[in-house]
């Protein structure tokens, strides 16, 4: 599985990058817009370029085109491949024209994710354009019918039936059930907030048995620690 951390928060990024398996970063125009919001005084390159530093040229960034038509998609994509690099992978919305931009970038030779994925017959026509990945929005799914998961299955089933390179990069997570059904579905990769990362992590059970360890050991050995002289 591949995690990957939703945010524009070089914050978020660098808390990531340390205490979990991170395999990169992905942004939007909305993520950007709410960093903006929040205050940051840095501008969108510089708010690029920092989190490329943090992350290093190896781990995966994501960022979107703001364009419509497949040229300026284009465009926009060999900008953020010249100032940003390393391991980049454009982001564009599924569509005709964000199609017809997807391949193009496939031939030179720039990364694309294909976003705003929602049913698997738009998955499977993104990978065929050459989509390296695809980004179905699980929670927004689940807030209209439910059945986000069942959508990643079906993504996951149908780019193995066609035996595409394609991977499906589940996003939009509210909870860890979610991250886990997308999981057990054999999706490659998850991208989510911070927050849920610490949430796959943490169970109250799991605090309980180290409060229980940590006061057992005090009754016998108190403040010594296994590198205490005196052990
Ligand atoms: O990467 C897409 C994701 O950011 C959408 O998430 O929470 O806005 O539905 P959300």
């Not at 205050?39 to 530093?53: C, D, M, P, T, V």
């Not at 364009?67 to 953020?80: C, N, P, T």
């Not at 030179?108 to 026509?125: E, N």
Request: charged share 20%.
């Amino acid at each position: 599985m591949l995690y990957l951390l939703d945010s524009g928060s070089p914050g978020d990024v660098r808390y990531c990058k340390e205490y979990y398996p991170l395999a990169g970063v992905t942004t939007n125009p909305s993520i950007i817009a709410k960093e903006m919001r929040a205050g940051e005084k840095r501008g969108f390159w510089q708010l690029l370029e920092e989190i490329r530093g943090i992350i290093g040229p190896k781990k995966m960034l994501h960022v979107q085109s703001v364009q419509k038509q497949a040229e300026g998609i284009v465009e926009e994509a060999r900008l953020l491949e010249s100032r940003i690099g390393g391991a980049l992978y454009v982001k564009i919305p599924v569509g005709a024209e964000g199609l017809k931009a997807a391949m193009k970038l496939k031939g030179l030779g720039i990364g694309v994710t294909m976003t705003a994925v929602f049913t698997p017959a738009q998955a499977l026509m993104a990978a065929e354009a050459g989509a390296d990945f695809v980004a179905p929005y699980v929670n927004r799914l689940d807030n209209v019918a439910g059945g986000g998961c069942g959508v990643v299955e079906e993504i996951v089933r149908v780019l193995e039936l066609h035996k595409s390179g394609c991977k499906c990069l589940a996003a939009s997570f509210k909870n860890t059930w979610q991250v886990h059904n997308c999981a057990m579905s054999g999706c490659q990769s998850v991208t989510m907030s911070a927050d849920i990362f610490r949430a796959v992590l943490g169970h109250p059970l799991t605090d309980a048995a180290v409060e229980g360890f940590d006061r057992d050991w005090k009754s016998v050995f108190g403040e010594r620690t296994i590198l205490s002289e005196d052990l």
